[in-house]
């Protein structure tokens, strides 16, 4: 069965510290990519997403992600994190003819002040 | 404004007693979906509609209804409550036509059942 693995579950970082959120999923064939984030008290909003092309995307507010087909991996980066990135951060994938979207468990990402 | 509707925002009901969230997109999409979150399983998909008429099961039904008579309308049903359908429920929406499944979400309902 198709799974989406996000290896850390809770990360705390101090402002400017670089942030990396792992993401690995199981499927052999052609993906599309997903980060999707939710601040505190709010709805899930997209971050980036990969389709094709260019494997390192660039998202909102200073995120990129990597896709590594070989690896099956979407690693989340962001070089320096601000307060207002606490959030929790849920990849995603779509594979190939099943539209529906597996996704992982999240990750929540606090940073301090 | 383009966005996902859900109401209520937040409700607090007992065991059994029939509740309806509905959910509303002025994004004129074809397919909408609901989700419950809970600490550390992150996001479930109950049930989700490609369309008008359109219903099917997602990872966790049990316990729930939908329908989809108007494209713009999802409600989810809660027939008879209990204290393990207590979530954040999300419904989201997204276009069909381009096969990627970029989901718009509404803000969420907090439902606690007593």
């Known amino acids: 069965a198709q799974s989406v693995s996000q290896h850390n579950h809770h990360v705390i970082l101090s402002e400017a510290a670089s942030l990396e959120l792992g993401c690995n999923y199981s499927y052999g064939g052609t993906v599309n990519l997903f980060w999707y984030v939710q601040y505190p008290g709010q709805h899930l909003q997209l971050l980036l997403k990969y389709f094709s092309g260019d494997p390192l995307v660039k998202g909102i507010k200073g995120f990129e992600a990597e896709f590594i087909k070989s690896k099956f991996s979407f690693n989340l980066r962001k070089p320096s994190v601000q307060w207002s990135d606490t959030a929790e951060y849920f990849c995603?994938?779509?594979?190939?003819?099943?539209?529906?979207?597996?996704w992982g468990l999240g990750t929540s990402l606090a940073v301090n002040p | 404004e383009a966005q996902v509707t859900q109401n209520p925002r937040y409700l607090i009901t007992v065991t059994g007693k029939k509740l309806t969230v509905t959910c509303s997109q002025n994004?004129?999409?074809?397919?909408m979906s609901w989700y419950r979150q809970d600490p550390g399983l992150g996001l479930r998909q109950i049930y989700y509609s490609m369309n008008v008429e359109v219903t099917d099961k997602g990872d966790v039904p049990e316990g729930y209804k939908v329908s989809r008579k108007e494209k713009r309308n999802f409600p989810l049903i809660l027939e008879s409550p209990s204290p393990n359908q207590t979530s954040l429920y999300f419904c989201?929406?997204?276009?069909?036509?381009?096969?990627?499944?970029?989901?718009?979400f509404g803000a969420g309902s907090r439902l606690t059942v007593l």
């Open positions: 995603a994938v779509n594979a190939g003819n099943n539209r529906k979207l597996i």
């Open positions: 994004m004129n999409h074809e397919y």
């Open positions: 989201a929406s997204r276009r069909t036509s381009n096969g990627a499944n970029v989901l718009t």
